[in-house]
């Protein structure tokens, strides 16, 4: 941690806290874990602390679920209703592990050391220390890409933690009780109930959705002299909203909002934030133009935080734009780190890459040619290691090869040779993609990377096993596979549009209680559960509360 030396970090605290070993026990392999959030906490939940010796560091001492984050903006479920203390979570683990509420500062990857800064600042520098590590867990989550537009920092909220939606629920209250002040002209008192959204993804779309039921469902009724100056506007600089859904959820999510009266500025790049004012250009006819706001809400995707920035830097990875990992997750260029959630990215290898390796381990007679019983069985082990082919022969309906094995004239062959081999495989790494910035990724990758955690060293002692991939290596586990278990957009109106697996889509009022049940069973906690659904009960018979 440069600096000139001005700070001195404490002795490590791993080392002063184990300062005796006894001889011929070997010591536990020290695990650092940053962050706490869906990525981190379904690891350590997972993991088996007892192996290791694990410490956690995280400036915020809970979980928050973050799907619920757009209901607490409007007082639709409290703060306090989605989160769970991380030192709760830790309780239940079968080992000990060890909690530090601070954040990670810089990663020394070369000597294995992470520097950390404790909040709490009447500490006189003893919030500052430094841990060291066996193996590395990054779990620290993304932050909001701005893309540079001047004013968003200053002037805009950010929908990523409990604290934003704390404070967007605060500015909602203070728009209201600004715009009906006396003092006001009409024109004021517009521009204060103006609320502008800029992203139309999931996020965005979700305030966009309770912002306005919270409006006509509770503030009309209390600020009924200004019930026709409110106006929501969402800005997405795409074609569609929701995009990354199926184009029939995105388009009723248009019709609905339109319906609503929520405005729709599709096509629209916001150039920059004042204050008073948002500026954007229509990107088909090069227009711009300014608006008065009274709020900006922006959710325009992410970006990778600056620490990963650094250690990015130090691996390699300096000219990426996410940090990457292979399909075990481990951190490229950095043995012993690993990343899991919104702060990575798996790097797939292509298949094309290794394919004559592949053929020639199948190949087990050096014959040149593979048999239908040799293509089988390094199939089995291909479709385990590249996703990829996987989604391939499922898109061609293939999985059972068999039009593999003819030949131009449609006769079937008895053998194939590599070029035949290359053939067959050779479109599959079209359907590589990245996998979605999710709570859904984010966990499965923290429970998969915990059972490879607690498998190590039986996989240390027996290197080739429990199963090799007989095609590029010494792999002793199964690479990281994404289930995807379909995802929501809740629209507002007890209106929610559901996109599940197998092409399956659905809309409306079901959807919405389909969505509830299925929230309401996703908390991490029968306490969180409680909170929940009776902050939906309170709201349904009472409405929502719009003090401050
Ligand atoms: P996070 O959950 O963001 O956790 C990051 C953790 O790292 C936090 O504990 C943070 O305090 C900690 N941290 C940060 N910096 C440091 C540091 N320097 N040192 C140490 N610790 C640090 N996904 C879905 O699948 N479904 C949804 O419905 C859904 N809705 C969403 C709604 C909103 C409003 C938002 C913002 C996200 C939503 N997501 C949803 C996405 C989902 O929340 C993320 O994909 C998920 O949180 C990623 O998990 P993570 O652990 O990588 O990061
Ligand atoms: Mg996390
Ligand atoms: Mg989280
Ligand atoms: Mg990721
Ligand atoms: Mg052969």
Redesign the pocket.
Known sequence: FSGGGVVAYSESRSETEHPVVDAGVVPKKKVVV?????????FLKDLDASRYDVQV????N???F?????SVTCGTVEARSIVEPVRTLIKKSKGEIKYWE????KIDAANRKVF?NSNIDNLVGRGKFSLDYDFLVL????QVNTFNTPGVKENCHF???IED?KRIRLSITDCFEKAVLPSLSEEERRSNLHFVVVGGG??GV??AAELHDYVQEDLTNLYPAVKDLVKITLIQSGDHILNTFDQRISTFAEQKFTRDGIEVQTGCRVISVSDKEITMKVKSTGEVCSVPHGLIVW?TGIST???IRDLMEQVGQGKRRVLATDEWLRVKGSEDVYA????CTIDQRKIMDDISAIFAAADKNNSGTLTIEEFQDVMDDILLRYPQVELFLKKKHLLDFTSLWLDSQGNERKEIDIEGFKQALSHADSQMKSL????????QQ?TYLARCFNRMDQCEENPEGPRRFRGTGRHKFLPFRYKHFG??APLGGEQAAAELPGDWVSMGHSTQWLWYSV?ASKQVSWRTRVLVMSDWTRRFIFGRDSSR
């Open positions: 940053l962050g706490t959030g869906w990525a981190g906490t379904s560091v995280s400036p915020r809970y979980f928050a973050t799907p619920l984050l757009p601070a954040e990670c500062v950390c779990a620290v989550g993304s929908l990523k933690d939606a999931p996020t979700e305030f959710s935080i600056p620490v899991i959630g919104d702060c979605p910035a999710t709570a859904q990724v984010a966990a923290g995802q929501f929230y």
